[in-house]
């Protein structure tokens, strides 16, 4: 079982929708959350990251962390068309001599519709 | 500010010849990495490096050399390619290396025969 694991989706919803994108991981030892979007021959941007349990906004998205579940989410209010993308959940964990590790989730398509 | 630069943004390469992939950045970023994407694989780590002089493997180091001998330069060698290599390639760095904050490059496409 990878440590990581996405819905690779697609998921298609109408504009205007409430969307949310799910990840489930397995290491206790992921210290920060983050969620990268990839707009299609683009590379990943970063859109939010969490260190702790709980809920973070900006804007449009909140980004969910709940570490006793190990399960994070992305949620979009008010999907637009523009959201139409690659969604990555991404997470580190140490990898000792002071550097650290991301790993990524296999990231679900997103597809706003008008 | 341009952020981090691929070079080239599309190559095609025969079985068994080399290249290099070149990465710059100008943010003054210690730590730099190189990951490719797969279809179904996502986005596995290749080489990484947190500052000039020191590089270490990543998830799938075999069949690629890099070195850091600036701050600003991560280039990434395939030594004798293979089509397993056909690939999208991220370079990417990042200010701290445990918040996991990377900007990445557009990709550079390779196609490998």
């Known amino acids: 079982q990878k440590e990581v694991e996405q819905d690779p989706g697609p998921l298609s919803v109408p504009e205007g929708a409430i969307v949310s994108l799910n990840c489930t991981y397995s290491?206790?030892?992921?210290?920060?959350f983050m969620w990268y979007r990839q707009y299609s021959r683009k590379g990943p941007e970063l859109l939010m990251y969490t260190y702790s349990s709980g809920n973070k906004e900006d804007g449009r998205f909140t980004a969910q962390v709940d570490k006793s579940s190990k399960y994070i989410s992305l949620f979009i209010r008010d999907s637009q068309p523009s959201d139409s993308a690659t969604y990555l959940c991404a997470m580190t964990t140490y990898s000792g001599a002071g550097s650290y590790q991301l790993t990524f989730g296999k990231g679900t398509k997103l597809s706003v519709i008008p | 500010n341009a952020g981090v630069t691929q070079t080239p943004k599309f190559q095609v390469l025969k079985t068994g010849q080399s290249m290099t992939l070149q990465c710059a950045q100008d943010?003054?970023?210690?730590?730099m990495s190189w990951y490719r994407q797969d279809p179904g694989m996502g986005l596995r780590l290749i080489h990484y490096?947190?500052?000039?002089?020191?590089?270490d493997q990543g998830e799938v180091p075999n069949g690629y050399n890099v070195s850091r001998s600036t701050t600003e330069d991560f280039p990434l060698r395939l030594l004798s390619a293979a089509p397993s290599q056909t690939s999208v390639y991220f370079c990417a760095s990042n200010p701290e290396g445990n918040t996991g904050e990377l900007f990445f490059g557009e990709g550079s496409r390779l196609t490998v025969l």
């Open positions: 290491n206790s030892a992921f210290q920060y």
């Open positions: 490096s947190v500052g000039a002089g020191i590089t």
């Open positions: 943010m003054n970023h210690e730590y």
